[in-house]
């Protein structure tokens, strides 16, 4: 005979190895399955909770499966609720064997003597119905909601139902009614169920919510009841009554008035009511009052009951329980856009949350602040974000710092504070500072001639004060500013000081030791040497009095083990053999178009500079809280420096190809003159020999400049190809390699190259029936897709994605991945390959994609592309497209 269940428990836990407790669970079963082949009857419900407690611990017990369809059987109340427990907890709807329950559960769902037992059979076939089960027995389930019906059995048959419309879905039909009707019991817990009930049927089906909207007066009326004390002491709660009810029709009421003014004005006043009347002192009240917001912000609101759900959230964020606090930090990120406004009155305290010790609450309350910022509020949050960079976490500042990088991009009230502020944030945090921030600063500086001085005067005192510890982007920067603009440095040509800055005495003699500082300190850094070498090399035509010096400085590296540094040292090196052109080879980079660059690289900038850059027609600048615009870039005035990129590349801008820019450029065409034939032949000397022009018809005639992503070289940055055979194309990243790029070595002479075509120029030569974008583009990848309507069906669009490899190395382990709103479907195919083999490897892939909205909302998706570069660091980029044409 086997032992009581007590007696079983206590050897269990007497055991000390998982042996020990194996063999007692082994003897055991084999007690109970004697047992039960004995059936015997007295002790088959004390068999079976024996059965169940092994069952917890984890051992098989099917045998006894059986046992408990005989207890269901009986006719006593014990020996169902052992039966149904058993029922519950030994079997799932997956197995056959339930099949044969189904009978007895329909008996007693129908039982007129003991109600409990009814509650029983619900109660299990709300746990483990399977969908035969709930077409079976729905009617039944159906019936014990009526009125007629105690309320014992009406909550549960109520949440019966749920279990059978989750099941099968199409008998939602026989339950709408019957959810409206118990909102009008007297029971609350009966009300909860109803209330439930009608919750998963709008889940299940959104539809209904029409029907269900005349009840908006009730849940008002109940909700209202509710906050009147004393009502129901039986389920009051820290002196709130009922909160599980209360939270259950908030989140009912928010559903039913989405997108329904009339329903919305209806809740209004109760609504108000909940969250000035609820206190925040305890977890249900504040439960209550996060629903309540949920709900207020989620409906058609007014202003005055949306700045008090906000007010609420302000609250919690001054509350000591990080749990509430990251709650209102995620639902302020979530109502921002409805009413930026009401949450910038709490900037002050989600600022402090950015300082929060808990790391989660940190980056929540930073992301918060991103989308609180506009030009309004841009210095001081800046500051702000600044002074917490300097102390904040290491593993923190990554993440702080391209928040704060890409805030003055997009904000910057004007050209000389975005300036100033990242040359702040180099100097804090200039290693997390990634290299597309810094090109595009560049970039600005080029075409902005009144901040060139101050921007060389401030990259100087930047690069002195940090010479020992400065970062790699600091460093490239500071070095190509000096070598660009070095001249502006002395008092006689830097021009007057901008107001505030202080002023600064420097001699021709202190800007070449700081390089000779730099090559000193940063000796085994490859790419800090090849930026202080072609600075050096741009210094003898701004620097006359230090030539001899800096031409030392620049043979010190003609034996070099680094080979770029060695090969640059000895082209710079020959350069001085031609005194007479060495000038035109060394003038200053020319001003890039500053809207095409922002455009094909997606990137952000500061506002135009006077006289230099304006706005573009591309779009304006997103305002948090000051204009609803969605552009992405402010872009320059493509007019104004359209005439720089399409200037005629000639001996001038030689040694541009070998600056750090990486880009080519120069002065106009000169006139044919002999002058200019003598500086050819130079130029073929210096050469050995290979032609560096076209005849000189062409050479004098203005051709559009060809430029590609690589760090062109002396051989391939010449005169351009002759008219007939060059097209304008759009620049395809030219600054790519500002910070640390390398000198392509001669594939063939440069008479004989055809230029390159980049992939924008293809992309846009597209027929307009299947019109091209470019979705993304950085670190050298480009993404184009083509656009394909659907003939019979305007709303889908069929997309071909093209992702193409422009850098000198492969990139592996490819991958993208697309997301499109919830009224939007995507079929997105596999890609055709993860490798993209170094210069042009392309990797398509085809998506299908199924607009609901088409003709009110256009297309827009995020992409998330990964891949491991050449040094095999992963890199993971996150994207925005919206840029698609009208009609998609």
Not at 820 to 846: C, D, H, N, Y
Request: aromatic letters at 4%; one cysteine or more.
């Amino acid at each position: 005979m086997s032992i009581r269940l007590r007696d079983l428990i206590k050897a269990v836990r007497a055991c000390k190895t998982a042996a020990e407790e194996r063999e007692v669970i082994a003897k055991e079963s084999a007690a109970l399955r004697e047992a039960f082949r004995e059936q015997d009857q007295s002790y088959r419900h004390r068999n079976v909770a024996k059965l169940m407690y092994i069952h917890m611990l984890g051992y098989h017990t099917h045998f006894g499966q059986m046992e408990t369809l005989k207890l269901i059987a009986g006719s006593g109340f014990p020996e169902k609720r052992m039966g149904y427990l058993g029922l519950m907890i030994l079997l799932d709807e997956r197995q056959e064997v339930l099949m044969l329950v189904t009978n007895s559960l329909k008996m007693d769902l129908n039982n007129q003597k003991n109600g409990y037992i009814v509650g029983l059979a619900l109660v299990a076939l709300g746990n483990i119905c399977s969908t035969e089960m709930a077409r079976d027995l729905a009617p039944d389930v159906e019936k014990l909601m009526d009125p007629a019906s105690p309320p014992y059995i009406r909550k549960k048959a109520a949440l019966c139902a749920i279990r059978v419309v989750k099941k099968v879905p199409e008998l939602l039909d026989q339950f709408v009614t019957k959810a409206a009707d118990l909102l009008n019991d007297r029971n609350q817990a009966v009300v909860l169920c109803g209330v439930t009930l009608m919750l998963q049927i709008l889940e299940l089906d959104g539809t209904l919510v029409d029907k269900y909207r005349p009840t908006v007066p009730s849940l008002c009326r109940i909700l209202r009841s509710l906050l009147q004390s004393g009502v129901s002491p039986e389920h009051d709660i820290g002196g709130i009554t009922n909160p599980f009810l209360q939270v259950k029709l908030l989140r009912l009421l928010r559903l039913l008035g989405r997108g329904h003014a009339e329903s919305s004005d209806a809740m209004s006043d109760i609504l108000a009511q909940v969250a000035s009347n609820i206190e925040a002192n305890r977890n249900a009240g504040n439960a209550i009052l996060y629903e309540c917001v949920q709900t207020i912000m989620g409906i058609e609101s007014i202003g005055g009951l949306r700045v008090l759900a906000i007010n609420i959230l302000g609250r919690f964020l001054s509350n000591k329980d990080n749990n509430i606090r990251y709650v209102a930090l995620n639902t302020l990120a979530k109502v921002v856009s409805v009413d930026t406004q009401a949450v910038q009155r709490h900037r002050a305290t989600i600022v402090e949350c950015v300082k929060d010790a808990d790391v989660s609450i940190r980056r929540r309350a930073l992301e918060l602040v991103y989308s609180l910022v506009n030009e309004g509020n841009i210095r001081t949050l800046t500051k702000e974000l600044l002074d917490y960079l300097a102390v904040s976490d290491t593993e923190f500042k990554p993440d702080l710092t391209a928040k704060i990088c890409m805030l003055i991009q997009r904000f910057a009230p004007d050209r000389r504070w975005y300036l100033d502020q990242l040359l702040a944030v180099m100097i804090q945090a200039g290693a997390y500072v990634k290299d597309e921030v810094a090109r595009t600063m560049l970039v600005h500086l080029t075409s902005t001639p009144d901040l060139q001085a101050y921007a060389t005067r401030a990259f100087y005192r930047a690069l002195v004060s940090n010479v020992d510890g400065a970062a790699p982007t600091l460093l490239r920067a500071a070095v190509w500013v000096i070598g660009e603009y070095g001249e502006m440095l002395l008092p006689s040509m830097g021009g007057p000081l901008l107001e505030g800055e202080a002023p600064m005495a420097v001699s021709d003699a202190e800007v070449v030791s700081l390089l000779e500082t730099v090559l000193r300190r940063h000796r085994s850094e490859p790419v800090a040497v090849e930026h202080v070498l072609t600075a050096a090399m741009k210094l003898t035509a701004r620097l006359p009095a230090q030539v001899a010096r800096l031409k030392t400085l620049i043979a010190r590296f003609t034996t070099s083990a680094q080979l770029e540094g060695q090969t640059r040292s000895c082209e710079y090196g020959k350069i001085f053999g031609h005194e007479r052109i060495r000038p035109q080879l060394l003038e200053r980079m020319p001003a890039l178009d500053e809207a095409e660059y922002l455009r094909t690289n997606n990137l952000e900038g500061p506002p135009s500079a006077p006289g230099s850059a304006a706005p573009s027609s591309g779009g304006a600048r997103r305002a948090n809280g000051a204009s609803s615009g969605g552009a992405l870039v402010t872009a320059a005035n493509t007019a104004a420096s359209a005439s720089a990129a399409t200037k005629a590349h000639t001996g001038s801008d030689l040694i541009a190809g070998l600056d750090v820019l990486g880009v080519g450029g120069g002065g106009g065409v000169p006139a044919a003159s002999k002058t200019l034939v003598d500086d050819l032949h130079q130029l073929d000397a210096l050469l050995d020999g290979v032609p560096a022009a076209a005849p000189l018809a062409a050479a004098v005639a203005p051709a559009p400049p060809v430029v590609t992503d690589d760090l062109l070289n002396l051989l391939d940055v010449g005169l351009g190809p002759s008219p007939a055979a060059a097209t304008p194309t759009p620049i395809a990243d030219p600054m790519a390699s500002i910070l640390g790029g390398t000198l392509t070595p001669m594939a063939a002479p440069a008479a004989a190259v055809a230029p390159p075509v980049p992939l924008v120029a293809t992309a846009t030569a597209a027929s307009p029936s299947a019109p091209t974008i470019v979705a993304w583009q950085q670190h050298g990848l480009i993404v184009t897709f083509t656009l394909v309507k659907h003939p019979a069906n305007p709303a889908c669009t069929d997309i071909l994605a093209i992702t193409t490899n422009n850098n000198p190395t492969d990139i592996t382990d490819f991958t993208m991945q697309v997301a499109v709103p919830k009224f939007m479907q995507i079929k997105l195919e596999p890609a055709s390959g993860s490798l993209l083999t170094a210069r042009g490897g392309a990797v398509t892939q085809k998506m299908v994609i199924n607009n609901t909205q088409h003709g009110v909302k256009p297309l827009v998706m995020r992409l998330r592309i990964i891949f491991n570069s050449a040094s095999g660091q992963s890199v993971e980029e996150l994207a925005e497209v919206a840029n698609f044409p009208p009609g998609f």
